[in-house]
């Protein structure tokens, strides 16, 4: 099918061209403004305790949660001096009075918590109006120059000045990666491909797919919502497949047509055949990995979802219909304006080369290279074993963002750092509740309980304690809260930032075994169609789950344990955000796939010609070693630009994703799949009779012959 494809791009390939760089421009209009558009925060289970707490607490009291702090200081004066207090009250009164449901003063409560220690500075305690987080950042804005306005020096904390810092920094942190790794993509592909328009592909094909993922997600959120980090794995996931693609493509034409140059149109459709094979088969895994997230009922989760399919989808429809059509047009001047200094190399056709002797000097020692790949492997990943799991607060922005300086002076000046859960009771009687009540101020490390709001039978608690609301201490204090019994004939749910946390963790870890088996499950049936065996497929999985578990001790030892904290310009947290190793996991399990199914492509080619295992592996490696490893650094160039962001949770991604690609485009593709190969022999390509006689019937093999050998029949090679 995909040659008849292939046939018809060369007969209508200005048609195909036209219709493509058309549908991009109007891609292009759609997808302005795109960040302006989307959701902050998006990182709550609707079905868990504390989102239905939150749900109850508004519905009944409106809101009552803390959602931004402002913070009040004058050198001279002092927090009680009558203008202070004056001042304070005007701006407060001038806040618009559709952006808060109440503003908590120190001269309302006399909460001594509420005063730094020097007593030049108060903090007023704001929640926000809205019926949704997009909501709550509206108001926030609105909040933000009316208190900017005010004589007195202010600063603004909480959960929502972080979110708004996380979004601004996060649109600054994708310009900041497309302008840092283009000019260094096109400067890469220029050595690689050592022509100008060879190397102008890679550029053109992920244009295309970011421009028009960026249109897919915008029509999408008309829909549904779609978190403000959906582009950045758009830019990340279209730049990075579509030149990995393209470099499959373009390599492969170049081979073909350097057979047969007067022959464009067969090349063409040979390159389909095969590169244009693979580019389908690697582009479905990886849709089929990022889909898994969308079994995760968090916005967040989702949304990386929804930009990762849509990058790859468009991606792999650009490599396979505007990339076609411009090589049909150019045919031999893809080589036109070739780099004086830079020879192009000789492709090779047999296994020979210094990748093929790297490949059998690996099968020599088979069992040697493989043991030690997989323990040094398993050392990179033990830091893993320790990790400590929490969320989003103020340390995951720079130091110098203004949301997490002013929670610094929050934690130094007002006495330590506090962290807060809202308890809703319902159904209490009055003695009951007194009972509750201290029986919640009797949970250890809580230092006090107190009513916020009541209405009929229900009553709002606060129980704050000392510490991060991020720690396990803090964690543990909620589990106990937790645990205490309600009244006789009433329930309590307990809410606030660290309740997030801990059921975020409980929700992510309920729905990650799905994820699991869609990915492995998907993974296999692909496998099983592209190659038709049920060993490779699994061996698959368990070294790119090996290359994906080297990442996160990688990202342990530095995120949450702290080393190079001061190199890479980060403030540690103790913990790994939750969601991160999740969204790792579906993007590299996917990425591992696409160069596992490139490889194995160009194996299964020479296997099938002569039936002998050691030389189609050898033969593989070389055709595809160079490739491969180009492939890789270009994705990593676009990768690494991500561990330039200011926001952790987005370094953390961009640098575990980066060591993960180069693990397993190096140690794993050179070392330990030529290891196992050799090991495992003609079982490579095992699968049981009736699977072997239905894949031979219907796979989709590569039916285009190599110039090496002639076919061997699958009869007499399979075991």
């Known amino acids: 099918m995909i040659e008849r494809w292939g046939a018809l791009v060369v007969r209508r390939a200005v048609a195909v061209l036209l219709v493509g760089l058309g549908v991009t421009a109007l891609a292009a209009l759609a997808g302005i403004g795109l960040e302006d558009k989307l959701a902050a925060g998006g990182f709550d289970d609707p079905g868990t305790e504390s989102a239905r707490e939150l749900a109850l607490e508004r519905s009944t009291f409106g809101n009552r949660s803390i959602d931004a702090i402002v913070i009040f200081s004058s050198e001279d004066e002092m927090a009680d001096d009558p203008a202070f207090r004056a001042e304070v009250r005007r701006t407060v009164a001038a806040i618009p009075q559709e952006s808060v449901v109440s503003v908590l003063t ?64 996060t649109k600054s942190d994708l310009l900041r990666a497309e302008i840092v790794s283009m000019p260094i993509v096109l400067l890469l592909s220029l050595v690689i491909f050592r022509s100008v328009v060879a190397a102008l592909m890679p550029v053109l094909v992920g244009l295309v797919a970011v421009l028009g993922a960026r249109a897919t997600i915008a029509g999408l959120n008309q829909l549904v919502d779609v978190s403000i980090f959906a582009p950045n794995i758009i830019t990340l996931l279209g730049l990075g497949l579509a030149i990995d693609y393209a470099l499959f493509v373009v390599s492969r034409f170049r081979e073909e047509i350097d057979r047969d140059p007067g022959d464009t149109r067969g090349a063409v459709v040979r390159t389909m055949a095969t590169a244009g094979r693979t580019v389908a088969f690697s ?9 898994s997230l969308l079994v995760f009922p968090q916005t967040f989760l989702k949304s990386i979802g929804y930009g990762g399919i849509a990058a790859v989808l468009i991606a792999m429809l650009a490599a396979l219909t505007v990339l076609p059509a411009v090589l049909a047009l150019l045919g031999t001047r893809i080589d036109a304006v070739r780099i004086p200094f830079l020879q192009r190399a000789t ?52 130091a110098d963002t203004p949301s997490h300086q002013a929670s610094e002076r929050l934690n130094a000046e007002f006495g330590p750092e506090r962290s807060t859960a809202n308890i809703l009771v319902r159904g209490a009687d009055e003695a009951g509740l007194t009972s509750y009540t201290q029986a ?113 001790g990688v990202v342990t030892w530095i995120f949450s344990d ?84 200011g926001v952790v949770f987005m370094k953390m991604l961009g640098l575990g994703m980066l060591v993960a690609i180069l693990v397993d485009a190096t140690v794993v ?39 090496d050998a002639p076919r061997v029949p699958q009869d007499r090679v399979l075991v």
């Open 562 to 645: 702290g080393h190079l904290a001061g190199l890479l310009g980060f403030t540690p947290q103790g913990f790994l955000d939750l969601t991160n190793p999740i969204v790792m996991l579906a993007v590299l399990f996917g990425l591992s796939m696409d160069y596992e199914v490139f490889l194995l492509s160009r194996v299964r080619e020479q296997w099938d010609a002569t039936g002998d295992n050691d030389l189609a592996v050898q033969t593989g490696v070389q055709k595809t070693g160079r490739i491969i490893t180009s492939a890789a650094l270009l994705l990593a160039v676009v990768i690494g630009a991500f561990s330039l962001s």
């Open 283 to 291: 582009a479905l895994t990886v849709a089929a990995a990022m889909s």
């Open 669 to 707: 593709r050179a070392l330990l799949v030529p290891a196992t190969m050799k090991l495992l022999g003609r079982w490579n390509w095992w699968a049981p009779g009736p699977l072997a006689r239905w894949w031979e019937r219907h796979g989709f093999r590569e039916d285009v012959g190599t110039p």
């Open 347 to 398: 492709p090779v056709e047999t296994g020979h080369g210094a990748w093929a002797r790297l490949a059998r000097a690996v099968m020599r020692r088979p069992v040697l290279v493989a043991a030690a790949v997989v323990v040094v492997l398993l050392a990179v990943a033990s830091p893993f074993l320790g990790v400590k799991w929490g969320s989003v607060d103020y340390r995951v922005l720079p």
């Open 440 to 552: 919640l101020d009797d949970v250890p490390g809580v230092v006090d309980v107190r009513p916020v709001a009541s209405e009929g039978d229900t009553t709002l608690l606060r129980a704050a304690w000392e510490g991060n609301s991020q720690t396990d201490h803090s964690q543990q204090v909620v589990r106990d809260l937790r645990g205490v019994a309600a009244p006789d004939g009433s329930d309590a749910l307990v809410g606030g930032l660290t309740a997030d946390t801990v059921d975020l963790a409980s929700s992510v870890g309920d729905h990650l075994p799905l994820m699991g088996a869609i990915v492995v499950g998907v993974m296999l049936v692909l496998l099983f169609l592209a190659f038709g065996s049920v060993v490779l497929p699994l061996k698959a999985v368990l070294m790119n789950a090996l290359s994906i578990t080297a990442s996160f």
């Open 106 to 169: 120190w001269y309302d409560v006399a909460d001594p918590a509420m005063v730094s220690k020097d007593g030049h500075a108060t903090a007023v305690y704001v929640s926000l109006a809205g019926e949704s987080q997009n909501d709550f950042i509206d108001s926030f804005d609105r909040l933000r120059p009316a208190v900017g306005a005010s004589s007195l020096d202010t600063d603004l904390a909480g959960p929502y000045a972080v979110y708004t810092d996380v979004n601004e920094e």
